[in-house]
């Protein structure tokens, strides 16, 4: 009955009429997916291959620890260096514990309620900050209320508003990794949920934690935005290139490449541009070797799989 | 008075699918080991065996559904009315469009009731709104669920009930009138009365189609096949008359089974 | 003893959960204060200095020095700049995610998707340094124009959100269950009429958090467009021509503007035009979710 009423179809091949057309398009999509995926990587290859050429010859043991120069050509950026390490060290002091803990919270404590949406919902909001305004917030609070001036403290907690979602993000889903029976044979073990947090759940979603805790940091490294107006766009000349008062203006690298490009008075601002921005290349590649080689040392050490 | 069996009713059978030497590997583990069989023309074609057993391995090698699973692979040969249909420069669309797929699951697409009818037909390059129409409509007969959805052709695919949404994909899959259709316990997610209607809807599509249905039931493979095959660990045991399989086995394993011995 | 174990157990639990539960408070707290601080300090321009809201968003004269406040130029600005970011970068970064969810090998996409983790791991500093040394040339040489203007900072802003809407789209397309794929293919549907009949639909709701998200960090993204637009306070008049953005502008004159004048005020405005902006997006996008659910 069903085939009477439809049209029988008296097909002996294993071919339909429009199947050729359809196999064409079919090729030429996948092809231009293809094309597509494979522009990523054209085109970072170009952006690496493009820094190093124009910034190796930038790069000396000078440039690299040497103080910036005035009006003079043969500035270095030691001090700019410092300071971005520096300026990341200090965030991740505040950022690591309030993330991670709210982390734990959100994911292993938390059950739906009102209190818990809350906090999502701040986190996606402070995620959609855009730098440039968390800038603008750090200076009315950390330079006109506190009056600190430009400082790296300033600039530190600003970054930390700013990357408190993104590691929470990181810890949540780390421990997202951590395979419930864990969970369950802790609590079987009459451990309490904090006892199981601290002794079974963290140290399994240790290597994936720290996978994304220096993804992260790779970007904090070269936030600029943000820093413009909190830390400053200036280094404090003291009796060292690395000058450990938090209350001390800090430019950072990424800074320094736009205020170099921005009013340099340097004859070689250029080269000096070239060579951060290649600095900055390199540390970003840095950072995400770092980031898989440690994160996989850690989870073969700590939990024993590969 | 003679029992009537398929052969008696029917002596000029003639074989729609010959499966010869038919291997399929997941990775390094062998799921179908050297299986043999012939489809018939017109019947419904039972494939029996415990949990894990390979049916599901099976079937899914008729209409190289196994071309999406990565790390599986196919060797031996599938053949539709004589032409293989793994070989070099067959269309595994092509062979899809003529050997459809209903699944253990109901699948319906996020889309309208008429989407999902359709869907085939106009990928299929059907693009005449009314003949659209006519083929959704004819299709939701042939499935048994014109009654039912005639008033929200527009509504959801996913606010019909299972049995329901099973019932569209089969008129899902005749909206593109296959010549053979394929079931994976295409019952095992519903309810009995649900499970009732879709065996009689198998009843009258075997009039017009080739059926080849997995079922976890024997008593559904009894009810509704004309022939059953019987798998264990990966080895066709035995094919035969569905009354044969289930009356006198000539497998010691196919009686086992049958009689309850693994469970 | 074993009583007093439990005890001392018991209250860690307690403590524990004190400072976790502050640690998420302090998120909420954040985003208050930032929303609280910006909304005070964005509108003294309006009623401390009686510069009328209409003006700030309607009018296209701007000069900080001068007491002119419309920053029609630079809302401009950014929403074109934006709008050709989401043309360009929003298809191309759903079709990636298809690739990666539908076609990549595994082999290919374990050598690819290190690449887009290190794009989004380069600062906007240094996309602004590539925009300008490397595009703003080739286009002036194409265009036989100056090179810089919202050309380039649309293609630059189209690169920059190519990850976070390949990722996003990508997982919302891996949610989709496989039985849809199979269900098509069963049709006789090639894998482009299964990727773009019923995955790219049945995706919708996930494919749109994604552009969402790139519009939201188009919009906001400062160094890189500020580098590569020229910076004219004028309505830009073509892709071609230099042209300012909200942030590129605030960046610009920031430092310039003094402390409690109408001209700081007016970037503060600015700053909290984009943070609604943003706030904006966040709710399209549980709109867009909520689509899903029901
Ligand atoms: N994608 C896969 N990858 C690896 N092994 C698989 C895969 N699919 C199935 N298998 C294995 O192949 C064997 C046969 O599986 P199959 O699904 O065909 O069994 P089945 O007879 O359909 O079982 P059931 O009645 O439970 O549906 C099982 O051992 C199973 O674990
Ligand atoms: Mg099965």
Redesign the pocket.
């Known amino acids: 009955m069903a085939r009477a009423i439809l049209a029988t179809p008296t097909v002996e091949s294993l071919r339909s009429n429009n199947a050729r057309s359809r196999r064409i398009v079919d090729k030429i999509a996948t092809a231009a997916l293809w094309g597509a995926a494979s522009t990523i990587v054209l085109m970072l290859i170009l952006f690496v291959v493009y820094l190093f050429v124009q910034g190796y010859s930038a790069i000396s043991w000078h440039f690299l620890t040497g103080y910036p120069s005035a009006a003079n050509a043969g500035g270095g950026v030691g001090p700019e260096i410092f300071n971005s390490f520096y300026i990341l060290f200090l965030t991740l002091c505040f950022t690591l514990p309030i993330a991670v803990l709210a982390g734990v919270f959100i994911q292993e404590y938390a059950g739906p309620g009102r209190f818990r949406d809350m906090v999502e919902f701040s986190a996606e909001s402070l995620a959609t900050v855009p730098s440039i305004v968390m800038g603008l917030f750090g200076l009315i609070v950390f330079v006109q209320l506190f009056h600190w001036h430009f400082t790296a403290l300033g600039g530190a907690l600003t970054l930390t508003l700013l990357n408190l979602p993104a590691m929470m993000r990181v810890t949540q889903q780390a421990l997202a990794s951590v395979p419930q029976t864990y969970r369950e044979a802790s609590m079987g073990l009459g451990a309490t949920k904090w006892q199981t947090v601290l002794r079974a759940i963290l140290p399994s979603a240790i290597g994936p934690l720290t996978t994304g805790v220096v993804l992260v940091s790779g970007r904090i490294f070269g936030e600029t935005a943000a820093l413009i107006f909190t830390a400053g766009a200036s280094v404090s000349y003291g009796a060292s290139a690395y000058d450990f008062n938090p209350f001390h203006t800090a430019e950072t690298l990424a800074v320094h490449l736009y205020s170099t490009h921005r009013e340099a008075l340097v004859p070689d601002a250029d080269q000096i541009a070239n060579g951060s921005a290649l600095v900055l290349l390199v540390m970003v590649l840095v950072f995400n070797v770092v980031a898989r080689v440690l994160g996989r040392q850690l989870t073969v050490r700590l939990t024993g799989k590969a | 008075m003679m029992v009537e069996t398929p052969e008696t009713r029917s002596p000029s059978l003639r074989s729609k699918m010959k499966i010869d030497d038919l291997n399929v590997y997941?990775?390094a583990?062998h799921?179908i080991k050297r299986a043999n069989l012939d489809v018939p023309d017109r019947r419904v074609m039972a494939l029996i065996?415990?949990?894990?057993?390979?049916?599901?391995?099976?079937i899914r090698a008729l209409n190289r559904m196994h071309d999406l699973?990565p790390?599986?692979r196919v060797t031996g040969t599938v053949t539709l009315d004589g032409n293989d249909i793994y070989a070099q420069g067959v269309d595994p669309v092509t062979v899809r469009h003529r050997i459809g797929m209903v699944f253990?699951r109901p699948n319906p697409f996020p889309k309208s009731i008429f989407e999902n009818v359709v869907y085939g037909p106009k990928i299929h390059g059907e693009h005449n709104g009314k003949r659209l129409q006519e083929i959704c409509e004819k299709s939701l007969h042939a499935a048994a669920l014109w009654d039912e959805v005639k008033d929200r052709l527009n509504r959801s695919a996913l606010d019909l009930s299972g049995g329901q949404q099973q019932r569209l994909c089969i008129a899902r899959v005749l909206a593109v009138e296959p010549e053979v259709i394929l079931m994976?316990?295409p019952a095992s997610a519903l309810d009995p009365i649900a499970t009732s209607k879709i065996e009689d809807l198998i009843g009258e599509l075997k009039k017009d189609y080739t059926v080849v249905i997995?079922t976890?039931s024997m008593q559904q493979a009894a009810r509704i096949s004309d022939f059953t095959t019987f798998?264990l660990l990966?080895d066709l045991i035995e094919v035969g008359t569905t009354s044969d399989i289930f009356t006198r086995p000539t497998d010691k394993r196919t009686e086992d089974y049958i009689t309850g011995r693994y469970g | 003893m074993v009583g007093v174990r439990a005890n001392k157990a018991h209250r860690d639990e307690r403590v524990a959960l004190g400072f976790l539960m502050s640690s998420s408070a302090i998120f909420v707290l954040a985003i208050v204060l930032i929303l609280a601080f910006l909304a005070y300090n964005g509108t003294l321009l309006f009623w401390q200095d009686h510069v009328s809201p209409l003006t700030f968003l309607f009018g296209t004269d701007w000069d900080g020095f001068g007491g002119q406040f419309g920053a029609a130029p630079f809302i401009i600005g950014s929403l074109v700049a934006t709008g050709f970011a989401i043309l360009v970068g929003g298809p191309l970064g759903v079709a990636i995610g298809l690739f990666f969810s539908e076609l990549a090998p595994k082999r290919v996409a374990e050598t690819f998707k290190p690449a887009i983790e290190v794009l989004v791991g380069i600062p906007s500093i240094v996309y602004g340094w590539l925009g300008l040394t490397l595009l703003v040339p080739f286009i002036a040489r194409t265009f036989h124009a100056e090179g810089d203007g919202l050309l380039a900072a649309g293609i630059v802003l189209s690169i920059m959100i190519l990850p976070t809407v390949i990722s996003l789209s990508e997982d919302a397309l891996r949610v989709v269950p496989n039985s849809l794929r199979e269900g098509s293919a069963a049709l006789g549907a090639t894998r482009w009429e299964t990727m773009s009949r019923v995955l790219v639909p049945a995706a919708a709701s996930g494919l749109a958090v994604a552009v969402i998200l790139g519009v939201a960090r188009a919009i906001g993204e400062t160094l890189a467009v500020q580098l590569v637009l020229g910076n004219a306070a004028v309505v830009p008049k073509s892709l071609l021509a230099p042209a300012a953005a909200l942030t590129s502008e605030i960046v610009m004159d920031m430092g310039d503007a003094p402390e409690h004048s109408a001209f700081r005020h007016a970037l503060f405005s600015m700053a909290l035009l984009l943070l609604l902006i943003a706030m904006g997006l966040i709710t399209l996008i549980h709109l867009a979710l909520r689509r899903r659910t029901t």
């Open positions: 997941y990775g583990f799921a065996g415990p949990s894990g057993c390979g049916k599901s391995t099976f699973t790390g599986a253990q994976d316990e997995v976890h798998f990966g």
